[in-house]
């Protein structure tokens, strides 16, 4: 008897511990994830009105018909039953297409790709307000986000105005990744040589956590970043520090030695940045010498270049894990010029 009272008081400062943790799904400070988690509790609620009477009349059965009743029924030719085969089979069925129903239309509501068209339950978007544009990159192991209207980048840290809608263009550099910050909206992929989209909105100030809800490697656990919910002014005065406090650039040649595998990054701010960097990572060419894959499928999609398109199979020198050389397109030819002149690819139309 002591020792069960001893087990039930160890678990006190385990309760305590659990008080202090903050389930973020179910607390939201995005109004796309307040609507995701009214969807999760609407959907449970519609599975339980099954769940727990199933629990609930097994339990009964047990006890009711139990050897010990001799008071109990014994009915052992008892095979059917229209009105009990009603219920059993029209409830679930009614909770099912109500479930079904409720699914799809969130499901469309809460679209990614959908611009969002309020701030919350209370508040429409009003017709002035303008979406602020954010391009992210997944890269080995750390976050990149580029501000095109305001001109700046950061690395491990993503700041947003309170209140505004934000479309997020969402891309990888080498695999399969997925952006994630649980308190303003769902998850969505980053996946090299595509671009998915996220809008959504941040309500509150604060600070929140991003992360990496994808493995992609061995540095995946510390692919985290801080979210900075900001009012307006103190976001305009984050965009002048970033611009005032640093003659940081990120060209090509940077981005192509950030992208370099490394762990535990630390935040870095960049006065401005290459306009087509997006793209071109986008499309796989930040390397000049490399072609974009817009303008290959371009090519195709014109018939090819026939035996003239073999000319500019590369080996690239960088070494592969598994020994065997790694070709490449290379940026230079073209229907009027198939051997080229090495001129880059992002400079040139296709004929």
Same mark, same amino acid.
């Given at each position: ?12 400062p ?12 179910? *607390? @939201?400070?995005?109004?796309? +994830? ?18 727990? $009477? ?7 059965? +047990? ?5 010990? *009743?001799?008071s109990?029924?014994?009915? @052992?030719d ?21 479930? &079904? ?7 469309h ?5 959908? $611009? ?6 209370e508040?429409?978007? =009003?017709?002035?307000?303008? $979406? ?16 095109? #209207? ?6 491990n ?19 399969? *990744? ?11 992929y ?12 941040i309500?509150? @100030? ?8 994808n ?13 900075? %919910? ?29 992208e ?5 990054? $630390? ?7 290459? =306009? ?27 018939? &090819?270049? %026939?035996?003239? &398109? ?7 020198? #960088? @070494?592969?894990?598994?020994?065997? =050389? ?8 073209t ?8 001129? =880059? ?7």
């Amino acid at each position: 008897m002591a020792s069960k009272i001893l087990r039930l008081l160890a678990l006190g400062p385990l309760a305590l511990l659990l008080s202090g943790c903050n389930l973020v799904i179910m *607390n @939201p400070s995005g109004d796309v +994830a307040a609507q995701q988690r009214d969807l999760i509790v609407w959907s449970t609620v519609l599975m339980l009105i099954i769940i727990v $009477p199933v629990i609930l009349l097994t339990l009964f059965f +047990a006890w009711r018909y139990r050897q010990s *009743n001799t008071s109990a029924t014994y009915d @052992p030719d008892w095979h059917h039953s229209t009105r009990l085969e009603v219920i059993i089979w029209s409830a679930p069925l009614c909770i099912i297409v109500a479930l &079904g129903g409720l699914t799809w239309v969130g499901s469309h509501l809460l679209d990614p790709y959908r $611009p969002i068209a309020r701030l919350d339950a209370e508040r429409p978007l =009003p017709a002035d307000v303008k $979406p602020l544009q954010v391009d992210v990159v997944a890269l080995d192991w750390k976050w990149l986000f580029l501000y095109p #209207e305001q001109g700046v980048a950061s690395v491990n840290e993503l700041a947003l105005p309170v209140d505004v809608p934000v479309k997020f263009n969402i891309t990888a550099s080498t695999v399969m *990744n997925a952006f994630s910050v649980p308190a303003m909206a769902g998850m969505i992929y980053a996946m090299p040589g595509m671009q998915t989209q996220l809008h959504a909105v941040i309500n509150k @100030p604060g600070v929140y956590h991003g992360l990496s809800a994808n493995y992609s490697g061995g540095g995946f656990s510390d692919m985290h970043f801080k979210v900075h %919910g900001l009012s307006t002014d103190d976001f305009n005065r984050w965009v002048a520090d970033a611009k005032a406090n640093n003659t940081a650039q990120l060209g090509r040649a940077e981005y192509l030695e950030l992208e370099k595998p490394s762990h535990k990054e $630390p935040v870095r701010h960049f006065a401005s940045f290459a =306009p087509d960097l997006f793209n071109a990572v986008v499309n796989r060419c930040v390397d000049a010498s490399r072609m974009c894959m817009d303008q290959m499928m371009g090519i195709d999609m014109r018939g &090819g270049l %026939g035996m003239a &398109g073999t000319i500019n199979v590369l080996t690239s020198p #960088e @070494p592969t894990p598994s020994g065997k =050389p790694q070709r490449y397109v290379a940026a230079f030819c073209t229907f009027a010029d198939a051997r080229g002149t090495g001129q =880059p690819a992002q400079s040139r139309a296709i004929n």
